[in-house]
């Protein structure tokens, strides 16, 4: 007689997450610090799939790393972690009404590399990437040649203020577009030693935080204002009193206002007014939210396939017929 036996599926199931922690691990150092082998909509249909699987998984509660070993190594005035997200409208709806806003403040999610400048008596100091959230790279010498630097504010502040370092669209196609796309474009550009190519860079504002008495913040809206004073290019921000009305943005920013603009965006960050220093320290911040767009599909031909290397892995990448995709000429596109 022979015993029949039923699949393991618990084991399969603890094979699957094991596949995607490995996964995800090596799709965000690709992202961070090389270049990404996979779409955007791709890396988040990992993550959610492990969060459906093993919604406690440390990974989930981590940031990808950025760091190189040329540059010095300092620490953040401002904890500089990473964002839950959403892209279905119901999602939002369900995170809205936890956190009961009257207000939200909604900005465009620009999509470049996050900095941190740090002031002492209105004079710069330091600049650093995201690194692991806590200690980041000093890229100080870069930063001083992109535009939107200040190397001294007005006021006497003591702080950290943040940006997102871009690449607009029209440098990248006269320039640099034999990258896959302008993020990936300003990364390599952020860290080179030799600084060429910082100055194609635009640094675009949107936080600060005050570690002196001199200048305090009451509220989101005033350290908008206050960067604004200071003459920082800043993001443009909206004010909307519902669940709907951001959704209805989001809408029109997807299908209208970003391909009219002159950098990349994926989506909108929504928080409220007030201000928790404590909530920032969170591996993934719950006052705040990114609301990703919908990936965009447009069909091209392929005209050849190349491999690209890092490490043990190959990724295969195609070159296609030029389309224009999110505000930006492409002409190279993964595979994987």
């Known amino acids: 007689m022979v015993k029949a036996t039923m699949p393991n599926r618990q084991k399969s199931e603890q094979d699957q997450i094991k596949y995607l922690v490995d996964e995800i691990s090596r799709h965000r150092y690709l992202y961070y610090n090389e270049q990404p082998a996979i779409s955007d909509a791709k890396y988040d249909s990992l993550e959610d799939e492990l969060r459906d699987l093993d919604p406690n998984n440390p990974l989930l509660f981590k940031i990808g790393i950025d760091s190189s070993d040329i540059f010095t190594k300092r620490e953040h005035v401002i904890p500089m972690m990473s964002q839950d997200k959403v892209t279905q409208p119901q999602e939002f709806i369900k995170w809205a009404k936890k956190r009961n806003y009257k207000t939200f403040l909604v900005q465009y999610k620009l999509d470049g590399i996050s900095i941190e400048l740090q002031y002492e008596n209105g004079i710069f100091q330091y600049a650093l990437t995201r690194g692991d959230g806590k200690v980041g790279d000093d890229v100080s010498a870069n930063v001083t040649r992109m535009k939107g630097y200040i190397s001294k504010l007005q006021s006497a502040f003591t702080g950290a203020v943040r940006a997102e370092v871009l690449l607009y669209h029209n440098i990248f196609e006269k320039k640099y577009n034999d990258k896959q ?59 909307l009193k519902s669940p709907q009305e951001v959704i209805d943005l989001r809408e029109d920013a997807m299908n209208n206002k970003r391909n009219t603009l002159d950098y ?46 890092s490490g043990h892995n190959y990724t295969p990448v195609a070159i296609v017929e030029s389309v224009r995709l999110m505000g930006t000429t492409v002409s190279r596109a993964s595979l994987a």
Request: proline fraction near 3%.
């Open 181 to 239: 796309n302008c993020r990936n474009a300003a990364s390599g550009l952020v860290r080179k030693k030799n600084g060429i190519g910082s100055g194609d860079l635009n640094l675009v504002f949107y936080d600060a935080i005050s570690t002196s008495g001199g200048i305090t913040f009451q509220n989101e809206i005033q350290k908008l204002k206050w960067l604004k004073q200071e003459n920082f290019p800043t993001i443009p921000t909206k004010t």
């Open 264 to 309: 990349d965006i994926d989506g909108l960050v929504i928080k409220g007014k007030a201000i928790d220093l404590e909530d920032m320290k969170r591996a993934k911040p719950m006052s705040q939210i990114a609301f990703k767009f919908h990936a965009e599909i447009i069909e091209t031909k392929v005209l050849d396939v190349e491999w690209s290397i």
